[in-house]
């Protein structure tokens, strides 16, 4: 089998008013959309990170996909995992996923490596996740992903989604939120995107997280690195009780030192709530000191910027080795990148946590998934019994994703300059915050 052509579709979606630690999310996010034809006219998808550098990095190895035989493309591409150009120092403390110039090697190669895997796997009609090892769990858990958030559903003009959740700038708000996700999808747990209030409201927030849905729904907190080594312990003794049971402290402070501080003071207290990371380690290249210092008891992985599925799988087996767990983390996205998520996830037998999505942010209006939004039912995702990622494009829905990225003045994520447009003019990303 041989690849004809690779398309590369830029798209935009709307994205509701989120906020963080990196500031405001934009009323459109990005994507891109990846076909890879096959000489006999079978077609391998996939969705990874979008705007002008994602897009770009693809165009630029298209000469090396075109005429490849897919089965052995990702062994051609594997320098591209290895040494410096395999993300030695790269990080996410600083920079949104996706944006990350030493990120682009391995989210370039695993754009095409998952698109490879869906041809293949369309071609011989196996699911993904049988292709890569073979399906350890037919449905993948998700948790609820409550962001703080301002009024609004997302896109602009003419053009705007129904605000679904509401503002949610309070305790009590958020609580709504998580309700409501909750009661849509039925999610067992829940990963709540902090960092943005004072520490003592985001504590507030949990508690009151804790006495609703109580000690069967575990609880994390994700700050990205806004609060100071002392402020990370002070909540993590705060939250002792409402973290515990299966919750995590996902990247608290800033730094596999700082990280290693933070759990050291915090066993001292007695303690062990675990620590998660998605911005201190974000690389192979990170594990050794991550795992001397004790930084990090739970690593997020993310296909898309890991190096692709079987990247994530030698994650999971290093992971299980050194007595670390797993979890995954995710951005905005359709239901392309949620079916990777599930079948790598359903193909990795360490994967400790509910994984994060998303998901439940965007609108239908925006899927570009033939049939419309993947199924999110008792907290999970289900393999569909189809070939490859289990779904095909509505060309229909992925044109007008175009149109839109065509409106849309930005060509990458910044969400520090939407933060100064919408909220604070003088606004900046500072870590530590607090
Ligand atoms: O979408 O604002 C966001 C999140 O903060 C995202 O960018 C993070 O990468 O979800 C992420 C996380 O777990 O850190
Ligand atoms: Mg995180």
């Known amino acids: 089998m041989k690849i004809k052509d690779l398309r590369i579709h830029s798209i935009a979606i709307a994205d509701p008013p989120l906020r963080s630690s990196y500031g405001l999310h934009s009323p459109y ?30 165009e630029a190895i298209k000469s090396r996909i075109i005429g490849a035989d897919p089965y052995r493309l990702t062994g051609i591409l594997s320098p591209m995992l290895q040494g410096k150009e395999g993300g030695l120092e790269r990080s996410q403390t600083f920079l949104v996923p996706g944006e990350n110039p030493l990120d682009v090697a391995t989210r370039t190669y695993a754009a095409i490596e998952v698109a490879c895997l869906d041809l293949i796997g369309k071609s011989v009609g196996v699911p993904v996740c049988d292709l890569i090892g073979g399906r350890v769990r037919d449905e993948v858990p998700f948790s609820a992903y409550p962001f703080y958030k301002h009024a609004g559903g997302g896109g602009e003009g003419d053009d705007i989604r129904e605000d679904e959740y509401g503002k949610a700038l309070t305790p009590e708000a958020l609580v709504r939120q998580v309700k409501q996700m909750i009661d849509t999808y039925g999610f067992g747990s829940v990963k709540f995107k902090g960092g943005v209030l004072d520490p003592e409201i985001e504590v507030e927030t949990v508690k009151q997280m804790y006495k609703e849905f109580g000690p069967d729904v575990p ?118 990148s949620l079916m990777g998520m599930a079948h790598v996830a359903a193909a990795t037998p360490h994967l400790t946590y509910a994984c994060d999505t998303h998901y439940p942010w965007q609108s239908a209006q925006d899927e570009i998934v033939d049939g419309g939004r993947v199924e999110i039912k008792n907290g999970c995702v289900r393999i569909p019994n189809k070939p490859g990622l289990g779904v095909s494009l509505d060309y229909d829905q992925l044109e007008r994703g175009k149109e839109r990225y065509l409106k849309v003045p930005y060509r990458k994520r910044d969400d520090e300059a939407e933060m100064q447009k919408h909220v604070d003019p003088n606004w900046k990303r500072v870590l530590p915050r607090w």
């Open 219 to 336: 609880l994390r907190i994700d700050p990205n690195s806004a609060w100071t080594v002392d402020t990370s312990v002070w909540v993590g003794k705060e939250l002792a009780k409402e973290l515990s049971g299966g919750g995590y402290l996902e990247d608290p402070t800033a730094g596999l030192e700082g990280m290693s501080q933070v759990r050291k003071r915090l066993l001292a207290e007695g303690i062990d709530v675990p620590l998660a990371s998605n911005v201190a380690t974000t690389s192979f290249n990170h594990l050794p000191e991550s795992i001397r210092l004790d930084s990090v008891q739970i690593i997020l992985c993310d296909h898309h910027y890991w190096g692709g599925m079987r990247q994530v799988q030698h994650l999971a087996k290093l992971a299980h080795t050194f007595g670390i767990g797993l979890s995954m983390h995710s951005n905005s996205h359709l239901g392309v």
């Open 29 to 58: 996010a990005l994507r891109t959309i990846l076909e890879l034809e096959s000489e006999d006219g079978v077609i391998g998808i996939n969705e990874t990170y979008g705007g002008e550098g994602p897009a770009q990095a693809l």
